[in-house]
T-cell receptor, first 114, second 115 residues
C-alpha cells in the first residue's frame, strides 16, 4: 500500500458545483496533514492544514478521520479560478523515531467549467 | 522576504554531465526537502534533511547526492546526468509557527532536461 493515495481524477465540474477530494494514508503515526494547490507550471502552495476537529476557510472545508486514516477537502460553490491540481500531504516519523518526512499524494486535477 | 529560492530555474544537460541545484531559505527552518515531479507520478521525495549536517534518503534517491553544510542551504547534485532525470525539481523547507503550526514552503522549481 502506498504511503499516501489520492483520488486519481481528473474532475470536471460546472461552476457552482461542490467537489470533494479524498486522500488515504498508511502510517497510523502520521502527525500533520495538509492540502496544497498547484497551478500549471507553478510550485505547490499551501491551501489548508487539516486539524483533527476539522477546519473551514470560506468555501473550503478540510476534515481528518484518524480511525479510517483519510483526509478530505470539500470545495463548495466552485469558481473558475479553483481550477488547479490539489495535492494532499502527510508527514510523520518512522517507527524508530529516527526519520521524518513529508509525503504527497499524486494530486487530482480539477477543471471548473463555465 | 525571499522565502525559498532555487537556482538555476532552467538547465539543459548532456548525458553524463554533472550539476548542482541550490536551494536557499531565509526562514531559519530546520527541515528541507528535494522533490521531483513527473507527469502521472506526483511529487516524489528524493532526499531530505532534518537539520544542518544531516541528510536522509527519500523515495527515489538513486543518482542524486545532497549536502546540508549550512542550515540555510540544501544542495542537490547529479554526478552523471541521465535522460531519466529530466524532470521538474522542487525544493521545500518546513517550519513551525504559533499561528499555523507546521508550514511547508516551496521554491519555484527547477526545470532540468537531460539530452
Amino acid at each position: 500500500r502506498k504511503e499516501v493515495e489520492q483520488d486519481p481524477g481528473p474532475f470536471n465540474v460546472p461552476e457552482g458545483a461542490t467537489v470533494a477530494f479524498n486522500c488515504t494514508y498508511s502510517n497510523s503515526a502520521s502527525q500533520s496533514f495538509f492540502w496544497y494547490r498547484q497551478d500549471c507550471r507553478k510550485e505547490p502552495k499551501l491551501l489548508m492544514s487539516v486539524y483533527s476537529s476539522g477546519n473551514e476557510d470560506g468555501r473550503f472545508t478540510a476534515q481528518l478521520n484518524r480511525a479510517s486514516q483519510y483526509i478530505s477537502l470539500l470545495i463548495r460553490d466552485s469558481k473558475l479560478s479553483d481550477s488547479a491540481t490539489y495535492l494532499c500531504a502527510v508527514n510523520s516519523w518512522n517507527s524508530g523515531g529516527s526519520n521524518y518526512k513529508l509525503t504527497f499524494g499524486k494530486g487530482t486535477l480539477l477543471t471548473v467549467n463555465p | 522576504n525571499a522565502g525559498v529560492t532555487q537556482t538555476p530555474k532552467f538547465r539543459v544537460l548532456k548525458t553524463g554531465q554533472s550539476m548542482t541545484l541550490l536551494c536557499a531559505q531565509d526562514m531559519n527552518h530546520e527541515y528541507m526537502y528535494w522533490y521531483r515531479q513527473d507527469p502521472g507520478m506526483g511529487l516524489r521525495l528524493i532526499h531530505y534533511s532534518v537539520g544542518e549536517g544531516t541528510t536522509a534518503k527519500g523515495e527515489v534517491p538513486d543518482g542524486y547526492n545532497v549536502s546540508r553544510l549550512k542550515k540555510q542551504n540544501f544542495l542537490l547534485g547529479l554526478e552523471s546526468a541521465a535522460p531519466s532525470q529530466t524532470s521538474v525539481y522542487f525544493c521545500a523547507s518546513e517550519g513551525t509557527s504559533a499561528n499555523s503550526g507546521n508550514t511547508i514552503y516551496f521554491g519555484e522549481g527547477s526545470w532540468l532536461t537531460v539530452v
